[in-house]
RNA sequence: GUGGAUGUAGCUCAGGGGUAGAGUGCCUGACUGUGGAUCAGGAGGUCGUGGGUUCAAAUCCCAUCAUCCACCCCA
């Protein structure tokens, strides 16, 4: 009978303490603010969804992560969602009455049941906006711009938001003339020009038996960077025979000015045609960001898909979306110790002690009041030493003790002490909660 | 899915075929009204799990699970 289960969670999978807890909602908190105040609306999908709106979607690749939920007895053939954006479409499909454009964001966990290793879990929280109805290139650049502000808020100084198109990929492939059945692998090799340079790239293309004069054309326009606009002209003029990439490169074009006239600062963005991403479903403007250290891959991915609506109903939409990974995007932050000092460890801002059985009561009726005065208070229980109940503050990280003895009590006032500097006055009673208040404005200033 | 490394006290780790170690943290006391110092005590581990070899396994072998790293792919 006394046998226990060994605790423990599926793989890839963790538990988020308080501490952490905390620093994810900050984080949260930015993302839903920036997203609020571009007016999308929040929106709610069930964790599961029927296979048969999942597959098909991603790609073969990325199928084979999709989670089985089936259970003994279910007669629905059901999977863990594997991103936000296709039950989106599935939910724009449903209800047709949506007013369009239609923005929502959601802001849930989703599974993938690949191999984990840092920066990458089985679940793990995406933050999406997407704008469904609308084909103009504002919304894309609203996507960028929503990655920039997010970015900026939290701190972060070295990003840098890569940006494509799929349509210009497209011409790409038809400029060099690779055999359609090679795009998928030329398009996997020349993403990873970042990772592994030309030379690993041109290694990998020949390894893939692409003819060399192919190679050639393709590393020269690989290799054309500079500022946004001069890279668009240069492949205008390269590529202009082609009518999908000139296609795409109009629609890079307007996304680029319309981020100009939206001030998102040229350094925080490049048009890198060597940038691809795996989800089969985007049809249009892409865009990832990258951070350099740590090397963690993407915080942020999305992209244009205007045909995935298209697979649920008739009356298909355009849509575009952007998506942020909050386990990448803290671990950033911690690694480079981002959390500004108002992000403690503890939501409690004052713990009330007691003193003993016959103070008990005053300590009860104190903490109400600092609570009725908007303080976040934690009543300690027991009347223990006083050296206890302070390192039981200090240990959890509580800035402040109010302390009521009997000596305060006989001159009408409570001890508040500040458990940083171990400083302590002695304040009228009717004046600790704007004490304890003024103290705390002063310390997150 | 492929390859590699690791798994010993709450945490960081040492050790190594014969009674399980350090640092740190924790508890108690010196300190009967004040948590980072000092001193003195103390608790805490079937050495990831299962099997095998052996008189004897935490140690050697096999398997398995978990974590980390690389690949694949991705947030």
Same mark, same amino acid.
């Given at each position: 009978?006394?046998?226990?289960?060994?605790?423990?969670?599926?793989?890839?999978m963790r538990d988020i303490l308080p501490e952490q807890m905390?620093?994810?909602?900050?984080?949260?908190?930015?993302?839903?603010?920036?997203?609020?105040?571009?007016?999308?609306?929040?929106?709610?999908?069930?964790?599961?969804?029927?296979?048969?709106?999942?597959?098909?979607?991603?790609?073969?690749?990325?199928?084979?992560?999709?989670?089985?939920?089936?259970?003994?007895?279910?007669?629905?053939?059901?999977?863990?969602?594997?991103?936000?954006?296709?039950?989106?479409?599935?939910?724009?499909?449903?209800?047709?009455?949506?007013?369009?454009?239609?923005?929502?964001?959601?802001?849930?966990?989703?599974?993938?049941a690949e191999r984990p290793q840092k920066g990458r879990y089985r679940q793990f929280f995406q933050c999406d906006a997407d704008t469904v109805g609308s084909e103009s290139m504002?919304?894309?650049?609203?996507?960028?711009?929503?990655?920039?502000?997010?970015?900026?808020?939290l701190g972060f100084k070295q990003f840098e938001i890569?940006?494509?198109?799929?349509?210009? #990929? &497209? @011409?790409? !492939?038809? $400029?060099?003339?690779v055999p359609t059945a090679q795009l998928g692998g030329l %398009?996997?090799?020349?993403?990873?020009?970042?990772?592994?340079?030309?030379?690993?790239?041109?290694?990998?293309?020949?390894?893939?038996?692409?003819?060399?004069?192919?190679?050639?054309?393709?590393i020269e326009l690989l290799q054309i960077g500079g500022d946004a606009a001069d890279v668009?002209?240069?492949?205008?003029?390269?590529?202009?025979?082609?009518?999908?990439?000139?296609?795409?490169?109009?629609?890079?074009?307007?996304?680029?000015?319309?981020l100009t006239i939206l001030g998102v600062p040229e350094q925080y963005y490049r048009v890198n045609v060597a940038m691809v991403r795996g989800l089969e479903y985007y049809t249009g403007p892409?865009?990832?960001?990258?951070?350099?250290?740590?090397?963690?891959?993407? #915080? &942020? @991915?999305? !992209?244009? $898909?205007?045909?995935?609506?298209?697979?649920?109903?008739?009356?298909? %939409?355009?849509?575009?979306?952007?998506?942020?990974?909050?386990?990448?995007?803290?671990?950033?932050?911690?690694?480079?110790?981002?959390?500004?000092?108002?992000?403690?460890k503890t939501v409690t801002q004052v713990l009330m002690t007691v003193f003993d059985d016959q103070l008990m009561d005053e300590s009860l009726k104190l903490a109400t009041v600092l609570r009725q005065g908007g303080i976040r208070t934690e009543m300690y229980f027991r009347p223990t030493k006083i050296s206890a109940q302070l390192k039981y503050a200090g240990n959890k990280g509580i800035p402040y003790a109010v302390i009521l003895g009997s000596d305060e009590l006989a001159g009408g006032n409570a001890a508040v002490r500040d458990l940083t500097t171990r400083e302590q006055e002695n304040v009228p009673l009717d004046k600790v909660v704007e004490t304890i208040k003024s103290m705390i404005r002063t310390v997150s200033d």
């Open positions: 009978m006394s046998t226990f289960i060994k605790p423990r969670v599926p793989r890839g905390i620093r994810r909602q900050y984080v949260i908190d930015v993302i839903r603010d920036v997203f609020e105040e571009f007016g999308f609306e929040p929106l709610q999908t069930p964790a599961l969804e029927l296979s048969e709106v999942l597959t098909g979607k991603y790609g073969p690749d990325a199928e084979k992560l999709i989670y089985q939920a089936g259970h003994t007895g279910g007669k629905e053939d059901i999977s863990l969602r594997y991103d936000l954006s296709v039950p989106l479409c599935r939910v724009i499909a449903m209800y047709p009455q949506l007013p369009k454009p239609f923005k929502r964001y959601q802001i849930d966990p989703v599974w993938r504002l919304a894309d650049a609203e996507n960028v711009n929503l990655v920039y502000q997010v970015l900026s808020r890569n940006i494509n198109d799929r349509k210009l #990929i &497209t @011409g790409i !492939g038809q $400029y060099a003339g %398009y996997r090799s020349i993403d990873k020009l970042d990772k592994i340079g030309v030379d690993g790239v041109i290694a990998e293309l020949r390894e893939n038996e692409i003819p060399e004069d192919v190679i050639e054309k393709l668009l002209t240069d492949m205008n003029q390269r590529l202009g025979s082609s009518e999908i990439a000139r296609e795409g490169i109009a629609d890079l074009e307007k996304l680029i000015n319309h892409i865009y990832e960001t990258v951070v350099e250290e740590p090397k963690i891959g993407s #915080i &942020t @991915g999305g !992209g244009r $898909y205007d045909e995935l609506i298209g697979s649920f109903s008739k009356q298909s %939409y355009p849509a575009t979306g952007t998506s942020f990974g909050i386990e990448r995007i803290i671990d950033v932050m911690e690694e480079f110790d981002m959390f500004p000092v108002s992000v403690g």
